[in-house]
């Protein structure tokens, strides 16, 4: 029948341009194959410089390694999918964001079983649950507390001298553990220290951002210090600054990351420095690290990716670098 | 009955045009990655279809009464955590479970008042409520999860217990496929969704009454998505504000993907199955492709221009064998 | 013969917002009558017809139905009282099968439960016989409607009514997209109609298909009723002067 010949040939075509279109490389018994599942979706910048950092690890070693995006960013189901397939096909390492405290518990335990290591990159949300998972895994990523506190420290150098010191500790959601991490680190240092300081949800949209530091500024003018959670919280910072008549330097102003905004106020100067979790080797690192595991049999290791600052010295290196999607 | 009267039967089933897509997709995954038809990921697609299928089921027949619900995604969120929530006031789980359904049901009535007493298209009015929901989700939780209780264990073993190979939530799929096909096709209730969507102004011309119609069908999208929503939450044991964010391309996609008709008045229950198995299918064969992960909406988005192509050329085809 | 009329409308006024579609329209049908309703576009012919088959109220006036005085409120009210309405824009649901669309709204049902199932059977061989009645011979009950041809729709639309057999035809265009053969059928059928005991009003624009079956000739302008004739009373040629003058 007319329709049905048409119908085969139709699937045919399809097959045809299906398997035309055959990514991946042919599993060579001497290349290793490791897996990346990530929390983010595919147009998130963050994401760009890790994989990049784990495609360099990869070439530089001669191994496979895959990247995956889920299509709607903050689907853990997604992602617990995607890890889930993985494993069908009994990859030699999986590399994995960790953003909830148990709902990846089973999977990786699963892989583990298996035979099949688990390195943790970016994001551990097993961090004070107590699971023991959380000693079993290692950790390649920012450790947000220490973070904290080591900005302080830094930000510290910067006071011209020690008087009644006023600080202003911004959190754009109040209540996620992120960002109460990153502040308690800020806040332990404070009150080492000795320094006044008010904690306050400044949001998440940069405009109310602006706003609501601005405000603050306007109401405490003594104020010396601001610090932020976000990587999007230093440019509104520097702003609100700028705005209140500060002049640069004046008020020191400290966050996380390196958002092209944020680099073009420090080098204004009115933010001063920032620290950055540096996305490129949560990618590379881990890669390494599941090379050596597999081949000489080495054993684990944690590594605090976070404590990268960025201020007026490097900020023309560290732009350089961001254009290549290095840092 | 010779082969051929039966190959003629077989081509004249309104599903044949994606039945056809999702033999190919099977094929070219299973080409690309042997292990895509491996027993493991079998069950493993098995085990996650429900939470997509349940829903695209519930907004099909709503499509067929010419109308759609965006909302589906946060209602999918919103049931298990009022579930949660109420469990952790002191209610029994599976009380807690009722109310929390209840209140998917009062989701798809407002939906419905909004649409058919304000006059204004489904497809807005549910994207607005698909952010409020978010929104009051946002609020509720504050950002944070709520952690899995143990009293929840009975409802978790009832909904998604193992057993055998497979979990309860495929034969609680199962059982609703059923009951929507026999509605939609046997009863005189189907036979009116079929007509509203259709051409809602004849309806109303031989007296049915097409609100009422409209609002079953707004109603049963919302219930549907909550149970989804209830059966993913249980089986990961997390009740997360994020969760189904984004589903509802999802859902459409699997339905239109399954042969239902964007103007209404024209779907089928196998079909919205089909849909949904083929949208997991994807995701799942290009994770085991090894495509980076650009590729799932590429793909989804050709399977969804070629299904359409296909069920337009099938239609006329069909059209002359007659 | 009955002296009162199956239905009479008296002083029909309908608005819609500040557009006065009817003002003050008489009407009324005998049994085994035929009534052609005449009249520009945009003389209110649809308007009343509309308020015959109850999708419209009218805002003041009076309707009796077989000497008592009724309110069309819906279409369903409507076909219950016996009349059937066969619309300008085919009332079928193109993607769904002649008998289905035969039995829509009233459908054949075996209870069981809280639902009403289809009873397919019945269905299938009721609309056969509904069919046959109207002359429209198909190869089956479940073809789609979309794939008929504009006279088998109309066909079906007709044997619709006819199935529930009414007390009062009431067709809106029936012949505009029609072919000169199948409109013939059409009039025939309104005619073998009256025969049976059922009572006709028929708008249409085409004069020469209204008179030869006619018995009583009314035409509306602007939505006032202009004149009222018996078909002994007047000729074509008269009735074409009085619609388009002005």
Redesign the interface.
């Known amino acids: ?4 010949r ?2 085969v040939g ?2 045919c075509m ?2 045809l341009v ?2 035309m ?5 042919a599993a060579s018994p001497e290349k290793y194959n490791f897996v990346f599942i990530t929390q983010w979706g ?1 147009e998130t910048m963050f994401a760009a410089v890790v994989k990049k950092g784990m495609d360099d690890a990869a070439e530089m070693l001669g191994v ?1 390694a ?13 992602q ?3 890890f ?3 494993l ?2 009994k990859p030699d390492g999986v590399i994995t964001t960790i953003p ?1 405290p ?2 990846f518990n089973k999977v990786i335990q699963k892989a583990l079983d298996q035979g099949i290591p688990v390195i943790c990159s970016n994001t551990n949300g097993l961090v004070g649950t107590g699971h023991p998972l959380e000693k079993t895994i290692p950790y390649v990523g920012q450790d947000l507390f220490y973070s904290g506190y080591v900005l302080a420290t830094k930000a510290s150098e910067h006071f011209s001298e020690p008087k009644e010191m006023r600080a202003l500790v911004g959190i754009e ?5 992120w960002a109460e991490a990153r502040a308690g680190g800020q806040i332990k240092f404070l009150e080492e220290y000795g320094c006044t300081y008010d904690k306050l949800d400044i949001g998440t949209d940069m405009a109310v951002m602006e706003s609501r530091i601005l405000a603050y500024l306007k109401k405490h003018p003594e104020t010396n210090v601001v610090f932020t959670q976000g990587g999007a919280g230093p440019a509104p910072s520097g702003k609100a600054v700028r705005l209140a008549g500060y002049k640069p330097g004046e008020v020191i102003v400290a966050g996380y990351d390196i958002a092209p905004a944020s680099i073009s106020e420090i080098k204004k100067g009115y933010v001063t420095l920032t620290i950055d979790q540096q996305p490129y080797l949560q990618g590379f690192l881990p890669v390494i690290q599941l090379y050596l595991m597999k081949k000489y049999g080495f054993s684990t290791w944690d590594v605090d990716t976070g404590l990268g600052i960025a201020d007026k010295s490097n900020a023309d290196l560290v732009e350089g670098l961001a254009q290549k999607r290095i840092r | 009955m010779g082969i051929r009267h039966l190959l003629r039967k077989i081509l004249l089933l309104k599903e044949i045009g994606s039945f056809v897509m999702l033999g190919t997709a099977i094929l070219v995954f299973y080409l690309l990655s042997p292990p895509f038809l491996s027993l493991a990921n079998i069950q493993l697609i098995l085990q996650i279809a429900p939470e997509l299928g349940i829903m695209v089921t519930g907004v099909t027949l709503l499509m067929i009464s010419g109308e759609f619900d965006l909302s589906v995604g946060s209602v999918f969120a919103l049931c298990p955590i009022i579930n949660i929530m109420l469990m952790n006031l002191g209610l029994n789980v599976y009380l807690s479970a009722i109310f929390a359904s209840i209140a998917s049901c009062g989701i798809g009535a407002l939906n419905a008042v909004i649409t058919l007493k304000l006059r204004i298209p489904s497809f807005i009015t549910t994207l607005g409520t698909m952010m409020i929901w978010r929104g009051v989700i946002m609020l509720i939780t504050a950002g944070w999860p709520f952690p899995f209780l143990e009293e929840a264990i009975p409802l978790q073993k009832l909904l998604v217990g193992e057993v055998g190979l497979i979990r309860l939530s495929l034969i609680w799929y199962g059982m609703i496929v059923l009951v929507s096909w026999i509605i939609l096709e046997r009863s005189r209730f189907g036979n009116w969704m079929f007509a509203v969507g259709g051409n809602p102004r004849a309806a109303k011309a031989r007296g049915i009454n097409t609100d009422v119609v409209k609002a079953t069908n707004f109603v049963i999208a919302s219930f549907l998505a909550g149970l989804a929503g209830l059966i993913q939450a249980y089986r990961l044991e997390a009740f997360m504000p994020l969760a189904g964010i984004g589903v509802e391309l999802d859902v459409i996609a699997s339905a239109v993907i399954g042969g239902a008709s964007l103007a209404g008045g024209a779907g089928t229950v196998i079909g919205s199955v089909i849909g949904a198995l083929l949208i997991r299918i994807i995701d799942n064969g290009l994770v085991l492709a090894g495509a980076p992960g650009y590729w799932f909406r590429i793909f989804v988005g050709i399977v969804l221009v070629v299904s359409l192509t296909f069920n337009r050329i099938i239609e006329t085809k069909v059209h002359k064998m007659r | 013969m009955s002296k009162l009329p199956l239905v009479k409308l008296v002083n029909i006024h309908k608005w819609f917002g500040r557009v006065c579609a009817l003002e003050g329209v008489d009407l009324s049908v005998d049994y085994n009558e035929i009534v052609g309703l005449l009249g520009d576009n945009g003389a209110g012919k649809s308007t009343l017809i509309k308020i015959l088959s109850g999708v419209y109220s009218p805002d003041k006036g009076e309707i009796t139905w077989q000497g008592e005085k009724i309110n069309f409120s819906s279409p369903k009210n409507s076909i219950k009282l016996g009349i059937e309405t066969i619309h300008q824009e085919v009332a079928l649901i193109d993607r769904m099968n002649v008998m289905r669309n035969i039995f829509i709204g009233r459908e054949p049902v075996i209870r069981l439960g809280p639902m009403g199932w289809l009873n397919m059977k019945k269905m299938a061989r009721e609309s056969m016989k509904a069919l046959e009645k109207v002359a429209l011979y198909l190869r089956s009950p479940e073809a789609l409607v979309e794939e008929l041809s504009g006279g088998q729709r109309q066909g079906v639309a007709i044997a619709r009514a006819m199935y529930f057999k009414p007390k009062l035809l009431v067709l809106d265009e029936p012949t505009n997209n029609l072919s000169v053969k199948e409109s013939k059928r059409v009039l025939r059928f309104v005619t073998e109609m009256k025969a049976q005991g059922v009572s006709s009003i028929f708008i249409s624009h085409n004069l020469y298909n209204v008179y030869p079956i006619a018995d009583k000739i009314v035409i509306l302008r602007h939505g006032k009723k202009v004149g009222e004739f018996k078909k002994e009373e007047t000729s074509i040629d008269d009735l074409t002067e009085m619609i388009t003058l002005k």
Do not use: C, W, Y
Request: charged share 15%; proline share 6%.
């Open positions: 029948m007319k329709r049905l048409f119908m139709l699937m399809m097959l299906g398997t279109g055959n990514f991946a490389e595919p496979n895959q990247m995956f995006f889920i299509p709607k960013e903050g689907d853990l189901a997604g617990l999918s995607h889930e397939t993985a069908v096909k909830h148990t709902v959601i109040p209540g996620a553990s």
